[in-house]
């Protein structure tokens, strides 16, 4: 466990280098507020179409070759990025990045492969709390390397500084990192047509349990992914706030993020069940969303974002461990995979809806939305106790 929680913290620094840049480095090329929350929205577009397919994949050829690639094309992406000259080119970087993103759903699945089913939503945990040290270094990082002015934001340095991070974890795996599904898997795999592939494919999807952990992934996702790409333009005409006072508070997320995650996964899921922490962390986060507009200090925005973090930070690797556990052994990466193309669909659709809303309605409608999709989410998660009773009869 502990090699691949490595490498994904070291790619995740990479990628939380840049989350509190984009929003200035769209506006420094004349963005509007909807365009820039579209620099978010095209990366998990483009992870979306190509998540499921490198799923697919590692489950055909291995979850090492398909970490080494997407990890190569993270890079590019990066360097890409940093020699952006305009707003269509900061699309295209991060187009790229969304493409080559298969390290995460590879990730997802080689920690499937490692775990058993007792210590699956640990495991899951695990790699959550690898997101979150890297959104711990990652933003504030990003933010002591862009300065704390919008004026003389340096946009470059960032990005070339979070391509080496990448670059780290890419030659970590190279080096280091063993394939964890077995050959007899991957020939059992390869054996089958397509049609056959398919076919498991699509009777694993007709299960209620897998379908309804989808959808609640899909919104949960959207909420979140809101509030993300919007809270710093929210922050800098709230608070007057540049990238380096918003590196700092993503990095607190990620520090309330990584503890959770890090040490009370495992407890959580022993006391109450993948089922059990999904609803009290879609509640947490329905009431820090619902609360946050009317953080006008810092004490209470600080006390808002560690609702936050700890509803996120619940129930996204209970989910995912919730869709594991029903997956078989040679379909895990395909499905994962769809789980996470859900993720990066409301990743992109998200940023793009809270951009409107807050262009065109008002700063703080991002997050009553918001709200209001996690309290609907919270009842819908009941439903997973009928679904279990349907499959007891």
């Known amino acids: 466990m502990l090699i691949i929680f490595v490498i994904v913290f070291i790619n995740l620094v990479g990628f939380g280098i840049v989350i509190p840049l984009l929003p200035f480095y769209g506006e420094h090329f004349g963005a509007s507020p909807d365009e820039v929350t579209w620099l978010m929205a095209i990366y998990s577009l483009t992870q979306f179409v190509t998540a499921p397919i490198w799923g697919r994949y590692s489950d055909r050829y291995g979850r090492r070759p398909i970490l080494l690639i997407s990890l190569a094309g993270t890079v590019a992406a990066y360097v890409w990025l940093a020699l952006a000259e305009d707003l269509q080119t900061l699309y295209l970087a991060r187009g790229l990045a969304g493409i080559t993103a298969g390290s995460i759903s590879a990730a997802f699945a080689y920690m499937a492969d490692i775990t058993t089913e007792e210590n699956r939503a640990k495991g899951m945990g695990l790699l959550g709390a690898a997101f979150g040290l890297g959104f711990i270094a990652g933003p504030a990082i990003g933010g002591l390397l862009a300065g704390s002015d919008p004026a003389t934001t340096n946009y470059q340095l960032p990005s070339y500084v979070a391509a080496g991070f990448s670059g780290a974890a890419f030659l970590a795996a190279l080096v280091i990192l063993k394939e964890s599904l077995s050959d007899e898997l991957k020939a059992k795999i390869a054996s089958r047509s397509t049609s056959e592939r398919w076919a498991l494919f699509m009777n694993t999807m007709k299960q209620p349990t897998i ?162 999709l996690m309290f609907v989410v919270f009842i819908m998660a009941f439903k997973f106790e009928k679904v279990a009773d349907k499959g007891q009869n």
């Open 211 to 372: 379908r309804l952990t989808i959808i609640l992934t899909f919104v949960s996702v959207f909420a979140f992914a809101g509030l993300e790409a919007t809270f710093a333009l929210w922050s800098e005409r709230e608070f007057g706030w540049g990238v380096e006072q918003n590196g700092y508070i993503f990095a607190f997320i990620g520090i309330i993020s990584a503890v959770i995650q890090g040490t009370m996964i495992a407890p959580l899921s022993r006391r109450f069940g993948e089922v059990g922490m999904i609803k009290q962390g879609f509640l947490a986060l329905g009431l820090g969303l619902a609360i946050l507009p009317f953080a006008e200090n810092l004490p209470l925005l600080l006390g808002t974002m560690v609702i936050i973090a700890y509803g996120f930070s619940v129930s996204s690797p209970a989910l995912n461990s919730l869709l594991s556990l029903n997956v078989p052994a040679d379909q895990q990466g395909g499905i994962l995979g769809i789980g996470r193309s859900a993720s990066t669909l409301a990743r992109a659709l998200g940023p793009a809806g809270a951009g409107y809303l807050f262009a065109f309605i008002g700063r703080d409608w991002p997050f009553y939305v918001g709200a209001a």
